[in-house]
């Protein structure tokens, strides 16, 4: 299986300053199609997770353009410009490329 | 409004069989990949299983494999993982989605609760 492994796995960000977030995975997430399916997701306390970014860097319709994915092959970032006091709780990544699919641990983001 | 609702989670001693259960509404179901993705307490994201939009096609992670099974009813809109034999280590939130393209669940339901505990 894929491993997807994060760091940092906890981030204290005062508002207004940047953050980011990094996953690698264990070998490759590119398809045999080419593309690399690759995707960020946010869940607050007690909510279900909601996706943020997709195939590494496209941007779900109402996520705030602060956020931003790059990366390739197996490494990859999830930045955050300016965090928002609406930003706080856990990030994964995901990779879809490979069956299982599989996660990384999460990065808890706390707001200072 | 685009939704899905999970059902079916309860207590069940170690050994037993739960079926859960995730209805669609205000998209196309039948045409949709759906998975299940599950949470322990305290822990994070765990991808369980996939199924394609005519059932044909299915994955399950290892820890699964022969114990859990998914599968759907495009007529009723329906998804369902029948998990049997079930353990400690299965307790958990389980949430299903809808996976338009290779793993970028777009849609979670509210996640139902599964403890396997006597």
């Known amino acids: 299986d894929v491993v997807m492994t994060q760091s940092p796995l906890s981030l204290s960000v005062t508002l207004g300053q940047p953050a980011s977030i990094s996953c690698r995975s264990s070998?490759?997430?590119?398809?045999?199609?080419?593309?690399?399916?690759l995707s960020w997701f946010l869940q607050r306390p007690g909510q279900s997770p909601r996706r943020l970014i997709y195939?590494?860097?496209d941007r779900d319709s109402g996520v705030p353009d602060r956020f931003s994915g790059s990366g390739s092959g197996t490494d990859f970032t999830l930045k955050i410009s300016s965090v928002e006091a609406e930003d706080f709780g856990v990030y994964y990544c995901?990779?879809?490329?490979?069956?299982?699919?599989?996660f990384g641990q999460g990065t808890k983001l706390e707001i200072k | 409004e685009v939704q899905l609702v999970e059902s079916g989670g309860g207590l069940v001693q170690p050994g037993g069989s739960l079926r859960l259960s995730c209805a669609a509404s205000?998209?196309?179901?039948?045409?949709?990949?759906m998975a299940w993705v599950r949470q322990a307490p305290g822990k994070g994201l765990e991808w369980v299983a996939i199924?394609?939009?005519?059932?044909?096609?299915?994955a399950y992670v290892d820890s699964v494999k022969g114990r859990f099974t998914v599968s759907r009813d495009n007529a009723k809109n329906s998804l369902f993982l029948q998990m049997n034999s079930l353990r400690a280590e299965d307790t958990a939130v389980y949430y299903c989605?809808?996976?338009?393209?290779?793993?970028?669940?777009?849609?979670w339901g509210q996640g139902t609760m599964v403890t396997v505990s006597s």
């Open positions: 205000a998209f196309p179901f039948s045409r949709s990949w």
């Open positions: 989605g809808r996976d338009p393209e290779f793993g970028a669940i777009d849609i």
């Open positions: 195939k590494i860097s």
């Open positions: 070998q490759s997430v590119v398809y045999s199609d080419g593309n690399t399916y």
């Open positions: 995901m990779q879809g490329s490979h069956w299982p699919n599989t």
């Open positions: 199924v394609n939009p005519d059932g044909s096609e299915r």
